[in-house]
């Protein structure tokens, strides 16, 4: 990932210049349009009204980052109508005290950098195309068909040349783990997608990347196995179910997806092309693959409720932003998670400190700092999919370094990330009931989508 293409101060948030966006470029942050598109150009009048009121603002130069919110800002309003914005809730209910203790546990045998069975195995150079990529791939095959035999698994595949290729064609695959309601339809199933990317950079060689992101991967598997059971147990409760109360029972449920992407690293130099390499071909192919008629939504990217991604994390005293106001209601429920599992003294890193610290962040006036990193959601966000960014800022001051490995880890912080993002997504998926922590009421406050099958 990149912030506008450039490398990222660990001393503040970094501050580039507007015009060196690769792919998310705001032609102003006070006028109406907030996304550059060279196929739908302002007329003279409005292009004179936006300068005016940009004039009339003076920010300072060196806050060029912080840009305030606008009632829409996470669709481009050239690549998706407003009508197929997503209309999921501000609403999140954390588990309860009950339910975070029945929660399983990371242990070291999962976790530890050296010999944790989850971990472990994907602490190696993985650059696309290389024996280290593939043995990941297996590593992730192995782990579902021991471990949660009951997801779907399916890979999306491309060859592309990078600049360092000569012309060669570089394999890259997307590993997709998918657990449905066993009564949906693949058309009519919203998803919870958890995202991270599994490969690792070219370079300085033998970048193992512990940050970037082996321990994302690993804590999103550790999620999907720490509610898998708690997940069946409720939808075999559902399924039995009859009459009206059934029927509406099931059309609130969602599955969930794990999504390992391949070549998010730049190879030479990051740019529009050189970079997200697994995200802008799946976004793309997710785009075209459309469902049959009469289907609820309309291709494979509508059946993205929220595309939460994880990248840089396993180092101490994470401090993480609220990216994007559409999905702040999803933010503030990590961040109440957070606050839930420390004051019950289930977070190794202690009772105090906030990895969460804009809980409270005005959605109608506040500063958001979506379009300033590049990461895998780009391709995905510019389709009009809803993301969730848990990315430090600062970056951690391994990135990109020799010392992002498995040494420079805190163990700690590790285990506290799977178990929040578990705790996270048996809130939002709502098993606290089969936790034992009786029953959720609001659930996951989760509306159904607006990209519904219609056309664009």
Same mark, same amino acid.
């Not at 429920?333 to 009772?351: Q, S």
């Given at each position: 990932?990149?912030?506008?293409?450039?490398?990222?101060?660990?001393?503040?948030?970094?501050?580039?210049?507007?015009?060196?966006?690769?792919?998310? +470029?705001?032609?102003?942050?006070?006028?109406?349009?907030?996304?550059?598109?060279?196929?739908?150009?302002?007329?003279?009048?409005?292009?004179?009204?936006?300068?005016?009121?940009?004039?009339?603002?003076?920010?300072?130069?060196?806050?060029?980052?912080?840009?305030?919110?606008?009632?829409?800002?996470?669709?481009?309003?050239?690549?998706?109508?407003?009508?197929?914005?997503?209309?999921?809730?501000?609403?999140?209910?954390?588990?309860? @005290?009950?339910? %975070?203790?029945?929660?399983?546990?990371?242990?070291?045998?999962?976790?530890?950098?050296?010999? =944790?069975?989850?971990?472990?195995?994907?602490?190696?150079?993985?650059?696309?195309?290389?024996?280290?990529?593939?043995?990941?791939?297996?590593?992730?095959?192995?782990?579902?068909?021991?471990?949660?035999?009951?997801?779907?698994?399916?890979?999306?595949?491309?060859?592309?040349?990078? @600049?360092?290729?000569?012309?060669?064609?570089?394999?890259?695959?997307?590993?997709?783990?998918?657990?449905?309601?066993?009564?949906?339809?693949?058309?009519?199933?919203?998803?919870?997608?958890?995202?991270?990317?599994?490969?690792?950079?070219?370079?300085?060689?033998?970048?193992?990347?512990?940050?970037?992101?082996?321990?994302?991967?690993?804590?999103?598997?550790?999620?999907?196995?720490?509610?898998?059971?708690?997940?069946?147990?409720?939808?075999?409760?559902?399924?039995?179910?009859?009459?009206?109360?059934?029927?509406?029972?099931?059309?609130?449920?969602?599955?969930?997806?794990?999504?390992?992407?391949?070549?998010?690293?730049?190879?030479?130099?990051?740019?529009?092309?050189?970079?997200?390499?697994?995200?802008?071909?799946?976004?793309?192919?997710?785009?075209?693959?459309?469902? @049959?008629?009469?289907?609820?939504?309309?291709?494979?990217?509508?059946?993205?409720?929220?595309?939460?991604?994880?990248?840089?994390?396993?180092?101490?005293?994470?401090?993480?932003?609220?990216?994007? @106001?559409?999905?702040?209601?999803?933010?503030?429920?990590?961040?109440?998670?957070?606050?839930? %599992?420390?004051?019950?003294?289930?977070?190794?890193?202690?009772?105090?400190?906030?990895?969460?610290?804009?809980?409270?962040?005005?959605?109608?006036?506040?500063?958001?700092?979506?379009?300033?990193?590049?990461?895998?959601?780009?391709?995905?966000?510019?389709? =009009?999919? +809803?993301?969730?960014?848990?990315?430090?800022?600062?970056?951690?001051?391994?990135?990109?370094?020799?010392?992002?490995?498995?040494?420079?880890?805190?163990?700690?912080?590790?285990?506290?990330?799977?178990?929040?993002?578990?705790?996270?997504? =048996?809130?939002?998926?709502?098993?606290?009931?089969?936790?034992?922590?009786?029953?959720?009421?609001?659930?996951?406050? %989760?509306?159904?989508? =607006?990209?519904?099958?219609?056309?664009?």
């Amino acid at each position: 990932m990149q912030a506008h293409g450039h490398h990222l101060s660990n001393s503040n948030l970094g501050r580039p210049d507007y015009d060196t966006v690769n792919s998310i +470029e705001p032609t102003t942050i006070h006028g109406d349009e907030w996304w550059a598109d060279d196929e739908d150009e302002e007329d003279e009048d409005n292009a004179d009204e936006d300068e005016e009121a940009s004039d009339d603002n003076d920010y300072p130069e060196d806050d060029l980052m912080m840009w305030p919110s606008l009632p829409i800002f996470t669709t481009p309003r050239s690549l998706l109508p407003l009508l197929l914005l997503s209309t999921l809730t501000n609403a999140f209910t954390s588990l309860s @005290p009950a339910a %975070l203790h029945s929660l399983p546990k990371p242990l070291p045998a999962d976790l530890d950098p050296t010999n =944790g069975s989850i971990l472990s195995p994907i602490l190696i150079p993985r650059v696309p195309g290389t024996p280290g990529s593939t043995k990941v791939l297996q590593h992730f095959q192995h782990f579902f068909s021991q471990s949660l035999p009951s997801w779907s698994l399916s890979t999306q595949n491309s060859t592309q040349s990078t @600049p360092l290729s000569a012309g060669k064609k570089i394999p890259f695959t997307n590993f997709i783990a998918t657990k449905d309601p066993p009564w949906a339809k693949a058309g009519d199933v919203g998803r919870i997608v958890m995202v991270a990317h599994y490969d690792s950079k070219v370079t300085p060689e033998g970048f193992i990347g512990a940050t970037d992101s082996a321990v994302p991967c690993a804590v999103i598997l550790w999620a999907a196995k720490a509610i898998d059971a708690a997940l069946t147990s409720k939808w075999a409760t559902i399924a039995a179910m009859e009459g009206e109360e059934g029927k509406k029972a099931r059309q609130k449920e969602r599955g969930v997806m794990v999504l390992m992407l391949d070549g998010e690293e730049a190879w030479e130099s990051w740019s529009d092309t050189d970079s997200l390499y697994g995200a802008r071909d799946l976004a793309r192919a997710w785009e075209e693959q459309t469902h @049959p008629p009469m289907s609820i939504r309309k291709n494979e990217l509508g059946n993205i409720d929220l595309f939460v991604l994880l990248d840089l994390l396993g180092c101490a005293a994470p401090r993480i932003p609220s990216y994007f @106001p559409t999905t702040h209601w999803a933010y503030k429920g990590f961040a109440e998670t957070e606050e839930r %599992l420390r004051k019950e003294g289930l977070m190794e890193t202690g009772k105090t400190g906030q990895w969460f610290y804009e809980k409270d962040k005005d959605t109608q006036g506040g500063y958001w700092y979506g379009g300033a990193v590049q990461d895998d959601h780009v391709p995905f966000l510019k389709r =009009g999919v +809803e993301v969730l960014h848990l990315i430090p800022s600062p970056f951690p001051a391994v990135w990109h370094t020799a010392e992002d490995d498995g040494d420079h880890l805190d163990k700690a912080t590790v285990k506290d990330w799977a178990s929040l993002t578990a705790a996270w997504l =048996g809130g939002v998926m709502g098993v606290q009931e089969q936790l034992g922590g009786g029953k959720l009421e609001n659930k996951a406050g %989760l509306g159904k989508r =607006g990209n519904v099958k219609t056309e664009l």
